[in-house]
């Protein structure tokens, strides 16, 4: 028959006899009152009735749609999409239907049915897709890459070397595993809490109370160069590209990638602000010196780049921030490019800046600027500020 009609009218006369079962099939399910129906769309099977408004939807109401499983049409492909039909049916009569399960359908598996690694893709995907994670690309590729995918990658290890494992079970090793009260527990802990989340995974142990007592408490030895030392460690710098990064870093509290994003108009125009671009990963804000006069110092109004790619189609923020980290230690900087960011947080404390305004301008909120920076203070900073108040009193 094949040689006789040729292939695609053997195509055809498939196609025809699949749309007669599935005809017959709709009338199974017709008389059962699933109220759902089977539908072929070229190749692939659909489900079509009256579900629950998808995610980020505008409506509030069920209404029809369509449920794109992408199982194939031929007659196993009906018998899966049937029995689909009847589960499908069986949540929205016990109010348990959840799109979640069926967005990310994947060789014809629901979410849950899915091994390890297609549910972390499905969920990566979920992460990048987010509406109001859309207005930033750049910054959610950046906070997926450094905060969320190394801690699902140890997941998958220790699931795969302990196969025996359920995958709460693995969880919890793997939050075990990282050092309590660390940062790295903390961001753990919220990746694996919003994983469980979109996989709808009930979670016996409440993460937040395994992530440790890591906080503000734990930054207060933190010693921060003086101001002498950060233009001492400038000068050293033979790189004229490279001591504008670390100048405009000193200046403004710059993250390291941020110098690599700013409208620097207001500089050349003899202003002493800066605009942060949205590309970055707090989005835009405009920053101002502190101290004014190190703009003159640093010259930062001849503006000298050193040549980093900055293509966020090539590159990532991330990775844009670690050539500046490379290059303080290739000239042998004594401290980290954040120390400088945090000296100039820790500088506007000095001047009496408002907490809010100098949250706003580092692009954080004034509870994380407050708890982190006040915390520190040294008794350094705190003579130098006693020493301005009493100039102050006196008039001087």
Not at 182 to 190: H, I
Not at 194 to 204: C, D, Q, S, V, Y
Not at 333 to 352: E, K, N, Q
Request: glycine share 6%; aromatic share 10%.
């Amino acid at each position: 028959m094949l040689y006789r009609f040729g292939v695609s009218g053997f195509l055809r006369s498939h196609m025809a006899d699949l749309d007669a079962r599935i005809v017959q099939t709709n009338q199974r399910l017709k008389a059962a009152q699933l109220g759902l129906q089977i539908e072929r769309r070229g190749v692939k099977l659909a489900l079509r009735g009256t579900l629950p408004p998808r995610p980020g939807s505008s409506k509030l109401r069920p209404y029809q749609q369509r449920l794109s499983l992408g199982i194939p049409a031929t007659a196993a492909g009906l018998k899966q999409i049937e029995q689909e039909a009847k589960i499908v049916a069986a949540q929205l009569i016990q109010n348990q239907f959840d799109w979640r399960e069926y967005l990310s359908f994947t060789d014809g598996k629901r979410l849950s049915q899915q091994d390890l690694s297609q549910q972390i893709a499905a969920f990566e995907q979920d992460f990048l897709n987010q509406p109001e994670r859309a207005i930033n690309p750049a910054a959610t590729k950046t906070t997926w890459s450094s905060a969320y995918a190394p801690y699902l990658r140890k997941l998958s290890a220790i699931a795969a070397e302990s196969p025996t494992l359920t995958l709460i079970e693995a969880i919890y090793k793997t939050v075990e595993s990282i050092p309590l009260n660390s940062r790295s527990r903390q961001l753990c802990c919220t990746t694996f809490s919003a994983f469980a989340e979109f996989l709808n995974l009930t979670l016996p142990k409440d993460l937040k109370k395994l992530s440790g007592g890591y906080g503000a408490s734990k930054t207060q030895a933190r010693t921060l160069p003086s101001d002498q030392e950060i233009l001492s460690a400038w000068e050293k710098i033979p790189n004229p590209g490279w001591q504008f990064v670390y100048g405009m870093m000193a200046t403004f509290g710059l993250r390291n990638h941020e110098v690599f994003y700013c409208n620097l108009n207001g500089l050349k125009r003899g202003e002493t602000s800066i605009e942060v671009l949205p590309t970055t990963k707090t989005g835009s804000h405009q920053v101002w010196a502190f101290y004014p006069e190190w703009i003159e110092t640093f010259n930062l109004r001849e503006f000298q780049l050193p040549p980093v790619e900055t293509d966020l189609n090539k590159t990532t923020l991330r990775q844009v921030g670690q050539r500046v980290t490379a290059q303080f230690r290739r000239y042998g900087v004594p401290f980290s490019p954040y120390d400088l960011r945090h000296a100039w947080a820790v500088r506007t404390i000095h001047f009496g800046l408002s907490d809010t305004v100098a949250a706003k301008m580092m692009g954080h909120s004034v509870l994380v600027h407050t708890r982190t920076y006040h915390q520190w203070i040294t008794q350094r900073d705190q003579q130098m500020a006693v020493d301005h108040a009493l100039k102050r009193m006196r008039g001087e």
